[in-house]
């Protein structure tokens, strides 16, 4: 595998990734005006903000910046001191906002709330990358909805790989699935037939099942919710007999749960805790 994820993952974004996330923040926090601004302040009044890191960590979602300030008709202009994936300590300046005074004010809780979010979910996945750095540590579908790309993008810049992105994706198999198919050879056989070229991932809830899921010959096999006595016996069964299959496992992940697993040597950990147990990371506008 050349890069870091099961499928291609999400190295960038595009405006038309968040555009109307945009769009829809815009209208939430403004949807007639700022009634506190607008009695206040001249729309010819100009200053200065300076985006500044009030936390260490990882920076994420500046990107989304210069799409917002479109919303303000261009009467914002922004300089970047710094990109997305850039370590971040207590000061250091992220980049210059200059224009409207007005607009500026406006925009201020939204563009945060875009950067904060961001720069949180990069920094939860760079710390626990550096910190387990013989794990493959995985993200999960466990996003906001329409934040999906966003939140992979950040995973992806704080180091970490990408999951699956959508459904479309590629195929993991489940109880029910293997139920309605009948067997795992069965189901495993179902979906390498109409989707050759797209990796299969099948989910195991026991040694007994594991026997039958290599004879399937599946491109991944999740370990859910296994003991640690049968995760060394799941490991070991796998890298002896069917050495070509990813290992994956998943289910309630601790730090003490990755402590332990970190003595296997390039497995993978799916962690929903990256994308849905966020803390935002701090950043301020300060307006000069």
């Not at 769009?23 to 001249?42: C, N, Q, V, Y």
């Not at 006595?229 to 749960?257: F, V, W």
Request: hydrophobic share 40%; glycine share 6%; charged share 25%.
């Amino acid at each position: 595998m050349t890069y870091r994820g099961y499928t291609e993952p999400v190295v960038s974004v595009e405006p038309n990734d968040f555009s109307s996330l945009v769009d829809l923040a815009w209208e939430e926090d403004l949807p007639s005006g700022d009634i506190t601004t607008d009695s206040l302040f001249r729309d010819s009044e100009k200053t200065k903000a300076t985006l500044l890191a009030k936390d260490t960590g990882v920076l994420c979602g500046t990107d989304v910046i210069e799409c917002l300030l479109k919303k303000t008709n261009n009467t914002i202009q922004y300089t970047s001191f710094l990109k997305d994936g850039a370590s971040l300590e207590k000061g250091s300046k992220i980049g210059e906002l200059n224009g409207s005074l007005s607009s500026i004010l406006k925009t201020e809780r939204i563009l945060l709330n875009f950067i904060q979010y961001l720069s949180g979910i990069a920094t939860n996945a760079s710390l626990v990358v550096k910190k387990y750095p013989n794990l493959i540590i995985l993200d999960t579908r466990k996003t906001l909805p329409g934040y999906r790309k966003l939140a992979k993008y950040a995973v992806h810049t704080g180091g970490g790989w990408n999951h699956r992105i959508n459904l479309s994706d590629m195929a993991m198999l489940k109880d029910n699935h293997i139920a309605k198919a009948g067997s795992i050879e069965s189901a495993v056989s179902l979906i390498r037939n109409r989707h050759p070229n797209h990796r299969i991932e099948l989910e195991v809830d026991n040694l007994t099942q594991l026997k039958e899921a290599i004879l399937a010959t599946p491109d991944i096999i999740l370990l859910d919710n296994f003991s640690d006595e049968d995760t060394k016996t799941a490991i070991s069964l796998l890298k002896n007999e069917a050495p070509r299959i990813l290992i994956e496992c998943s289910g309630g992940i601790t730090p003490e749960r990755l402590e332990f697993l970190s003595g296997f040597q390039g497995i993978g950990v799916s962690m929903g805790y990256l994308t849905h147990t966020v803390r935002f990371l701090d950043i301020s506008l300060e307006i000069v």
